[in-house]
Each structure stands twice: as C-alpha cells, then as structure tokens.
DNA sequence: ATGAAAGCGCTAACAT
DNA sequence: ATGTTAGCGCTTTCAT
C-alpha cells in the first residue's frame, strides 16, 4: 500500500495522508520486516565483515572504522570471525552470502578454493567484494584496502640495519594460518639476510601477548641475546620491553626492540617502543569509502573503479630503536 | 520441493534422491536465500548485539565470546555500536529488530523509552532479551548478564581505605553516557564519603586512554597529590602510573593505584597495577548460553528462566594499592 | 518418500 | 496521489 511508499520516499505522499500514516505507525509501534523487504527487492541493507578475530583491538578498531561510516547511511553490519582459519572462513563466508549481503569485506588474500570461488560469483553478481589489511599489486582479482606486509617486514629491517645492528631476533605470530605476520617476518629476514647479517626467528608462545613477549625475551636472553629485536606486534615488544627493565638490560643501548602495529602503549612506555604505524581505523573507513563509492557507482550505471586503496604504513621511530651509530644518535 | 527438507532433515529424504540433490547443489553451487527462509518460517539465525563501541577491548571481548559459542551452532551476529548514546541505541534497535533476530543482545540497563517498549515487545512476541554488563536485583524486566557497578565501586572504595588512606582521587569516563563507570564513581564516592575520609573526583579527557590517565595525574599532582587514586578503567590506571614512574613519585607509598577491569598492561606494569577483574569474554559466554538455554526451554515448551546471571567481579590486589598500615603490608 | 498449494510481508510495475 | 496485482524463494501443511 501507500505505507511503503511512504517510508521509501516520503516526499511523494500527500501531507494528510503522511500524518495518518505517521500517527498509526506510532500507534502500532511497527517495524517494517528487512527479510520480506529484501526478498522482494532484491537489495538488503547488511555489509558482511569476516575477520580472523574480533577480539583484537586491531581488527576492531577497523570494524569501529567501517561502523561508523556505513551506520549512519542506514546499513547494518554482520560479523562474522574465523579464528585465522581459512576453513571457518570458507563456511562464515557461505553463512553469510545467504543474507544477499550488499558487500562482502574479508581480511587478506588467502582464502581458499571455494571461499574464493563465491567471493568471485559475489562480485560477479554485483556484489562489491573487499580484501582488506593486505595489498599485492599483482592481484587484481578484488578490491584490496590496506597494505603489503612484504614492503613492512623489509622496511622494518632496513630501520634496524640503518641503527648500525648486524646480529637480529625476530618474533613471529605463533598463529600458523596468520599469514601476514609470517609474510613481515619472512621478508624481515630475507632483507637482513642479504645485507649480509644474521637474524634468528622464534615463534611466540600463544598465551596472552604482552607475557608472550616477555616470555620470548627471557627464552632469547638463556640463548644469547642478539643485539636487536623485532617483533610481530606491539604487545610482543611491549612484554619484551618490560621484561628487558626486569633484567636490567638497557633498551637501546644493549638491546633495540621495533614492534608492530603503533598500540598505545608503545607510545606511553618511558621512552616510547619504535614502531610501525598502520592505521586500523582508517583501514576500516576507506573500506566504508570504497563501498559507497562503488554502490553509487553501480546504481549510475558506471563501471566502479577496481583500484587498490594503499593505506601506507610507515615506521615511528621512538627511543627502543636508535643506537649503535644511528642517524639519530651518532657514536 | 524436497531439497528444501533435505537441507533441514537430510534423513527424511530417500538416499537415491539425496544423492542426486548433493550433486546437483555442488553443480549449482547453490546458497540458500534465507530472508525467503525466514519470511516462510517466522525463524530467524541472526542473533542482534548492540554494544556502546566495538573498538573497545573489552566490548570486543564479550562480542567473541558471544560468537564463539553462538556461531558453531549456525547463528550470526549482527552488530550494532551507539557511541555511548541512547538515543544512537534506539535507532539500532529499531534497524536490528526489522531482521527479525532470534535473540536481542543490548549494553546496561538504560535506555530510552521507545528502547525499552521494543525490548518488552521483542520479549512478549519470544524473543530473548538480554542486558549485559550491568546487574540491578531490582529490575527484573529483562535477564541481566553482568554485574553491579555499584557494588564494584564500593568495593574498590572498601579495598582503599583497608589500605589505610583517608585521602583520595578519582578519575571517572569523560564519556557523559557511560552510565556504569559513573555509578561505580559515585558509589565509590559514597563510602568514602561515609567513612569520614575525602575524595576529589575528576573526569578524563576524551584522548586515547592511557594519555588521559596520564594526564589526569598531571592535573592532581599540581592540584596536590592525594595519597590513592582509583581509576574507571586500567589503562587510565596505567598511564597514570607511567607518569608518577616519570615523575618520581614512589607507587604505592606515596601514591596508590587502583584500576577497573583487569587489562593485561596492569599485570605487566612493573609490581603491577591493583584491579578489579571483570571477566568480559566470559560475560559474552554467559550470554550466549543463556540464549541457547532460553531458545531451548522456548521449544520445548518450558517456560525459561529469568534469574540474572551475576559475573562476580574480584579485586586483584597487586602492588599498587598495597601499602600504609595494610593488612598485607604492616607498618 | 515426494509433490502441490498456499502464503510469509513486502516492493515493483502498472492501473486508476 | 493512491490502490491493485503479481511475485520474490522459501517453508508449511496436506495430499498422494
């Protein structure tokens, strides 16, 4: 009837009936039905999101980011979360694509076969389909928002390398399927090891971070500490840190820590932790971005632009990393 | 046709029949609609949750721990933040509600009017309705799920003046509707008020929170320092230890620390940071079974249980707060 | 064990 | 400016 016109484009009832129909949605206390609606339509008004988890404070300030944009424009968000694993992914993603979502926003790029097998018929459908936290030029496949993990692990050795250091620890994910952490820490020690130094890697333990990094400090210090260490996020370096004060290692003197991820606390801790910057919010917001974009695009009848959106991390050099004839403090 | 009752009752279909339908399923790579399935049937897998901010830790938290027990048994998550505001509330509410969601997940017991008549009538229409982090035995309109912040105030309060101080600050939220963090400051002023002792009580700057810790303990420590100080959340707790650190001034002797929430940096923090442990992935739990018990109860024709689940919160006494003619520290 | 018929609450296109 | 008709893709009930 005329009610659903009404509550689709107001402007195109007569003012008399508007206020009748006003006063008996009040009345009734009514709530138009999302399911009846999109079936009949064709469109829904839900974002599907699939993170590896939501319990970390990254992925949920990205989550925050995409909320906070797509909220007002009257979209939902539906969450889903694969406990970095590609196989939950795969079902989460089919869960969810039977909610005819306007978009599709997963994290990464590894998927598996399936999972991209819809994440392609969902594009082809229309669908705006979004890879965020990662980025690799040479896969067009879908929209990337965020940023390569290669570029940060070599960017983070050659900070080290600059300070002067030639003897490195590294501390990875202990997650197996957290690729991205793995790609930092690979091209972390590809770039020490072609400068020529040396670089020993060790696995997180999977407990509560900060203690985790502190755990891989103390086992580093029964091994021979190396001259500096660079982890797979802030938390690790934070634990470390503190763990490095415990023994009375002076940071950066005898040991120079680089984290992951510019988490409050590395900002706050005496001298601040060195660190790489990258934005989880604004991660978050570009992706909301790019689907308006794309939607506003689409219902012009315009092609909608594939490019990558690089959200460009960048290293924040604070006390824990300057030392042995760095730049900043010359010997 | 029979696929549809192969998908929900595999074994009431004949095996030639199920064969052919997997085959062709796999062929068609066929998802079903579920607004169709929901429109038919009146059922719903999406459960709503809408909390004051998903970048928060500790909201984050509960929302996995909803999802890691609601998800495995087919149900989605549709997540909505308000800012902190109830009226941003109602509005979600409303949105959420038009999905026709299998259970309502709201934050505290404070909502608008309008709020609270969508909730009784989502409740009467069997729907579960649920108000986490917050307990009041008073109210017993919907379950709660959580605790009393009145009582964790008082208990802090308590915890203190054990401690042997009569003089005292308190950092409360900045964030005007945080209706909870201000009950635990004003029970907290109460007894202390009630016991004969002093309390200045100020608001954090809305900055990222360990600098507005910080800088609350700037501001009193020219105001003139009181001899404890009790924060609204740990990372206020933190900050504000790391600039009594910077500014020499000895944590617990000469300023005590006590923060809310129990956050990993506050067993880091060299001696560590006292606290009141609150258990937030388990709030998210407790929700969730609960859901599933009422869902049950529901089918089965009982009627399901209305008790409020308590989340006991603890106080964590570490070294911050311990000094002064303590029970644990004699003079 | 399977099929046929009706209808969930809305929107779209077409009358009026 | 408003009402009418058909149908979105399923589930439900009832018949076969």
């Given at each position: 009837?005329?009610?659903?016109?009404?509550?689709?484009?107001?402007?195109?009832?007569?003012?008399?009936?508007?206020?009748?129909?006003?006063?008996?949605?009040a009345l009734t206390g009514y709530t138009p039905n999302k399911h009846a609606g999109m079936l009949a339509s064709?469109?829904?008004?839900?974002?599907?999101?699939?993170?590896?988890?939501?319990?970390?404070?990254?992925?949920?300030?990205?989550?925050?980011?995409?909320?906070?944009?797509?909220?007002?424009?009257?979209?939902?968000?539906?969450?889903?979360?694969?406990?970095?694993?590609?196989?939950?992914?795969?079902?989460?993603?089919?869960?969810?694509?039977?909610?005819?979502?306007?978009?599709?926003?997963?994290?990464?790029?590894?998927?598996?076969?399936?999972?991209?097998?819809?994440?392609?018929?969902?594009?082809?459908?229309?669908?705006?389909?979004?890879?965020?936290?990662?980025?690799?030029?040479?896969?067009?496949?879908?929209?990337?928002?965020?940023?390569?993990?290669?570029?940060?692990?070599?960017?983070?050795?050659?900070?080290?390398?600059?300070?002067?250091?030639?003897?490195?620890?590294?501390?990875?994910?202990?997650?197996?399927?957290?690729?991205?952490?793995?790609?930092?820490?690979?091209?972390?020690?590809?770039?020490?090891?072609?400068?020529?130094?040396?670089?020993?890697?060790?696995?997180?333990?999977?407990?509560?971070?900060?203690a985790a990094g502190r755990a891989a400090f103390t086992a580093m210090q029964k091994a021979g500490l190396p001259?500096?260490?660079?982890?797979?996020?802030?938390?690790?370096?934070?634990?470390?840190?503190?763990?490095?004060?415990?023994?009375?290692?002076?940071?950066?003197?005898?040991?120079?820590?680089?984290?992951?991820?510019?988490?409050?606390?590395?900002?706050?801790?005496?001298?601040?932790?060195?660190?790489?910057?990258?934005?989880?919010?604004?991660?978050?917001?570009?992706?909301?971005?790019?689907?308006?974009?794309?939607?506003?695009?689409?219902?012009?009848?315009?092609?909608?632009?594939?490019?990558?959106?690089?959200?460009?991390?960048?290293?924040?050099?604070?006390?824990?990393?300057?030392?042995?004839?760095?730049?900043?403090?010359?010997?």
């Amino acid at each position: 009837m005329t009610v659903s016109r009404y509550l689709r484009e107001p402007q195109r009832v007569a003012g008399v009936t508007a206020q009748r129909i006003d006063a008996a949605l009040a009345l009734t206390g009514y709530t138009p039905n999302k399911h009846a609606g999109m079936l009949a339509s064709g469109r829904s008004s839900v974002v599907a999101a699939i993170i590896p988890n939501i319990a970390s404070a990254t992925f949920a300030e990205t989550v925050q980011g995409l909320t906070d944009i797509l909220q007002p424009r009257g979209m939902e968000l539906l969450l889903a979360s694969t406990n970095y694993s590609v196989e939950r992914e795969e079902e989460q993603m089919r869960a969810v694509l039977g909610w005819s979502p306007s978009a599709l926003v997963v994290t990464g790029r590894r998927h598996t076969d399936a999972a991209l097998a819809m994440m392609r018929q969902a594009q082809a459908d229309g669908v705006p389909v979004l890879e965020m936290w990662d980025h690799d030029p040479a896969d067009r496949s879908f929209v990337q928002v965020g940023f390569s993990h290669q570029a940060v692990g070599t960017m983070m050795a050659a900070h080290m390398l600059q300070q002067g250091h030639r003897d490195f620890g590294y501390v990875d994910s202990g997650v197996r399927e957290d690729f991205r952490a793995h790609e930092r820490a690979q091209a972390f020690v590809a770039t020490i090891t072609a400068a020529g130094a040396r670089v020993r890697v060790c696995e997180a333990p999977r407990i509560e971070p900060m203690a985790a990094g502190r755990a891989a400090f103390t086992a580093m210090q029964k091994a021979g500490l190396p001259g500096a260490i660079a982890f797979a996020s802030d938390n690790f370096a934070a634990g470390a840190y503190l763990g490095a004060i415990e023994a009375q290692i002076d940071v950066p003197r005898e040991l120079a820590l680089l984290g992951f991820g510019d988490f409050p606390i590395s900002r706050q801790l005496p001298g601040g932790i060195s660190t790489v910057s990258v934005s989880p919010y604004a991660i978050g917001q570009v992706c909301a971005r790019q689907l308006l974009a794309t939607w506003a695009a689409l219902s012009e009848g315009r092609t909608p632009s594939r490019r990558h959106r690089v959200v460009a991390p960048k290293i924040v050099a604070r006390r824990s990393s300057q030392g042995r004839g760095s730049p900043f403090n010359p010997p």
